[in-house]
């Protein structure tokens, strides 16, 4: 089974600039590693910055680098907390985080993350998704919050997302996968793209 | 002076100035690991002060759980209705530019401060 929600972007261009970085879960606990999606999220921010350079004749170069770098050091941090968040433990299938850059008439960036999970959490995941490409991502997220307020151990969820949404204009996809492996793994890949 | 300090951040409160200031990066996971935050603003919340402020001018980076943070705190701030919130905010940072206008939804007496 493989079924695709949102915006996704199948086939990306193989000659354009990119990164991947893997995380193997049975190396070390997610817990003991959370301070990596920090670090990871920021190296890609700053080495994503050489294809932005910084012009003299041209003042908003530099807003545009900083710019580019805040959104992606964003958005990679929250996919990466969500895939550590929501992998199923039971299985070693390794968490894939990549960042594409596809220069056309506008540069859009692309950041994905794949990750296992687990049934319930499958089935939670899917239908927040549904709720989400059904509303009004603004109005949602106002819900979201005043939700989360009423529940004094809840943060409001689906909040990194909506924030890519309505903050940074991000377009998002999800791909749902069966892998073919011995025991059955179901994936999902989260792909977030942001033109700059 | 109150201080809570984690690897990347720093949170201190000045009684003088009914001021908490957020340094560094917080990227905290979930909740549970930001409650000693919300609690230590909750309590200053409590003291019914006529102005509490919030300088976040030196926080360069904070993720979605420490936006519902926030988040909890102005919804409680707004239930309360004392205290006139102040946030004081850098223009330099990009996520504050974009997310901190979300609080204002919340509590639409909130003043945002752009320096």
Same mark, same amino acid.
């Given at each position: &089974?493989?079924? %695709?929600?949102?915006?996704?972007?199948?086939?990306?261009?193989?000659?354009?600039?990119?990164?991947?970085?893997?995380?193997?879960?049975?190396?070390?606990?997610?817990?003991?590693?959370?301070? +990596?999606? $920090?670090?990871?999220?920021?190296?890609?921010?700053?080495?994503?910055?050489?294809?932005?350079?910084?012009?003299?004749?041209?003042?908003?170069?530099?807003?545009?680098?900083?710019?580019?770098?805040?959104?992606?050091?964003?958005?990679?941090?929250?996919?990466?907390? +969500?895939?550590?968040?929501?992998?199923? /433990?039971?299985?070693?299938?390794?968490?894939?985080?990549?960042?594409?850059?596809?220069?056309?008439?506008?540069?859009?960036?692309?950041?994905?993350?794949? /990750?296992?999970? @687990?049934?319930?959490?499958?089935?939670?995941?899917?239908?927040? %998704?549904?709720?989400?490409? @059904?509303?009004?991502?603004?109005?949602?997220?106002?819900?979201?919050?005043?939700?989360?307020?009423?529940?004094? +151990?809840?943060?409001?969820?689906?909040? $990194?997302? =909506?924030?890519?949404?309505?903050?940074?204009?991000?377009? =998002?996809?999800?791909?749902?996968?069966?892998?073919?492996?011995?025991?059955?793994?179901?994936?999902?890949?989260?792909?977030?793209?942001?033109?700059? | 002076?109150?201080?809570? !300090? $984690?690897?990347?951040?720093?949170?201190?409160?000045?009684?003088?100035?009914?001021?908490?200031?957020?340094?560094?990066?917080?990227?905290?996971? $979930?909740?549970?690991?930001?409650?000693?935050?919300?609690?230590?603003?909750?309590?200053?919340?409590?003291?019914?002060?006529?102005? &509490?402020?919030?300088?976040?001018?030196?926080?360069?980076?904070? @993720?979605?759980?420490?936006?519902?943070?926030?988040?909890?705190?102005?919804?409680?701030?707004? !239930?309360?209705?004392?205290?006139?919130?102040?946030?004081?905010?850098?223009? +330099?940072?990009?996520?504050?530019?974009?997310?901190?206008?979300?609080?204002?939804?919340?509590?639409?007496?909130?003043?945002?401060?752009?320096?």
């Amino acid at each position: &089974m493989t079924k %695709i929600i949102g915006e996704f972007k199948t086939e990306l261009p193989k000659e354009q600039e990119f990164l991947v970085l893997g995380f193997s879960p049975t190396s070390i606990p997610i817990q003991q590693r959370w301070r +990596n999606n $920090g670090l990871s999220a920021d190296f890609v921010a700053d080495y994503l910055t050489t294809f932005f350079p910084i012009s003299d004749d041209n003042p908003t170069s530099k807003l545009r680098q900083e710019e580019v770098k805040g959104a992606v050091s964003f958005i990679a941090n929250e996919l990466l907390e +969500n895939a550590m968040k929501f992998h199923d /433990n039971s299985s070693d299938y390794p968490i894939k985080f990549e960042i594409n850059l596809l220069e056309g008439e506008d540069v859009t960036v692309i950041l994905q993350v794949t /990750n296992s999970v @687990n049934f319930d959490d499958f089935q939670k995941f899917y239908d927040f %998704i549904q709720e989400l490409i @059904n509303s009004d991502p603004d109005d949602f997220y106002i819900h979201q919050l005043e939700k989360s307020s009423e529940d004094e +151990n809840s943060s409001a969820s689906g909040l $990194g997302l =909506l924030t890519m949404i309505n903050d940074y204009g991000a377009k =998002l996809g999800w791909k749902f996968e069966n892998q073919e492996t011995p025991v059955k793994i179901t994936t999902v890949t989260t792909m977030v793209q942001i033109s700059i | 002076m109150t201080e809570i !300090k $984690g690897e990347n951040y720093t949170v201190i409160y000045d009684s003088n100035l009914a001021t908490i200031s957020f340094q560094g990066s917080l990227r905290l996971g $979930g909740m549970s690991e930001y409650q000693p935050i919300l609690d230590l603003l909750n309590d200053i919340l409590s003291k019914n002060l006529p102005t &509490m402020t919030l300088d976040l001018q030196e926080l360069d980076f904070l @993720n979605s759980s420490g936006i519902s943070m926030l988040s909890k705190f102005i919804i409680n701030a707004r !239930k309360h209705q004392v205290s006139q919130i102040i946030i004081k905010a850098s223009a +330099n940072i990009p996520w504050q530019g974009k997310s901190l206008k979300n609080l204002q939804r919340l509590l639409p007496i909130l003043q945002l401060e752009f320096s």
